[in-house]
């Protein structure tokens, strides 16, 4: 049996190598109970060597919180960018789609091309100024409340709107992916938008680089049955993508 010094090693070197352990992988490997491993993970984070989870421990703070849309834009800008023209490809002409708000989805409205009577709906002010410059793309832009930070409206009028649509897809931005808790965003009222956008939506496809995941939110947006496609960036680590495609999610790496 491996000392306690042994265990902590094993699960911070887990940690480097995955960016989050699972208590019951733990118990498995180590051959220890339930109650050793989270006993250890506490003395880790006592130590602020990891931060405990529902079910685990991450190498990083799981908590986000709200910037401005002007100081996302500057991180992870070119993994984004990337992001964005893998999302811009899929689209195709006649579409009717979805652009949810965040610096990613934005990255992605930079990289669209003119396409025949492609329709987009969006509560983004800064994606609807984007592409209102392409003349055959009409775009509808969502009313409510502005929510500054984002540059985006939100609120039960912007909500009441989509009953009128049915989308072929939804691009859909995240402040965070937790395996245990769903995809969430710092922002109460814009995760009940997005919500109803995903109900309006045959196909929702996330847009969000690697740091996002790990992360949660204060506002769930929904679990990972109500997702079809996430695309991001090589930085995700190999579990979370076999335990997103064990879900049935498709995971597309730019």
């Given at each position: ?60 703070n ?10 996302k834009?500057?991180?992870q ?17 006649n ?11 934005l990255?992605m409205?930079?990289?669209?091309q ?21 003349p ?19 609120g ?41 956008m ?25 679990g990972?049955?109500d997702?079809?496609q ?11 993508v ?7 999610i ?5």
């Amino acid at each position: 049996m491996l000392t306690l010094a042994e265990r902590h090693q094993h699960i911070l070197n887990s940690l480097k190598q995955e960016g989050q352990v699972n208590v019951l992988d733990l118990c498995d490997k180590l051959s220890v109970s339930s109650v050793t491993i989270r006993k250890d993970l506490k003395l880790l984070e006592d130590k602020g060597l990891l931060f405990r989870t529902h079910g685990g421990a991450t190498a990083n703070n799981p908590y986000t919180v709200d910037r401005s849309v002007n100081e996302k834009e500057k991180i992870q800008a070119s993994e984004k960018m990337r992001i964005g023209a893998a999302a811009a490809s899929m689209l195709q002409p006649n579409d009717s789609i979805l652009i949810a708000s965040g610096t990613t989805v934005l990255a992605m409205a930079r990289n669209i091309q003119a396409k025949t009577n492609l329709t987009v709906i969006t509560p983004s002010l800064n994606i609807a100024l984007e592409l209102n410059r392409h003349p055959d793309i009409e775009v509808m832009q969502l009313g409510g409340v502005l929510r500054k930070s984002s540059s985006s409206v939100t609120g039960p009028y912007a909500e009441s709107i989509l009953s009128d649509f049915s989308c072929s897809k939804l691009f859909l931005g995240v402040d965070g992916i937790d395996l245990d808790f769903g995809l969430s965003t710092t922002n109460v009222m814009e995760a009940h938008l997005n919500r109803r956008m995903i109900k309006v939506s045959q196909k929702t496809i996330v847009l969000a680089d690697s740091t996002k995941f790990g992360k949660r939110g204060f506002g769930k947006i929904c679990g990972f049955e109500d997702i079809d496609q996430i695309i991001t960036d090589s930085g995700i680590s190999e579990y979370t993508v076999k335990t997103l495609e064990g879900m049935g999610i498709k995971v597309t790496i730019v």
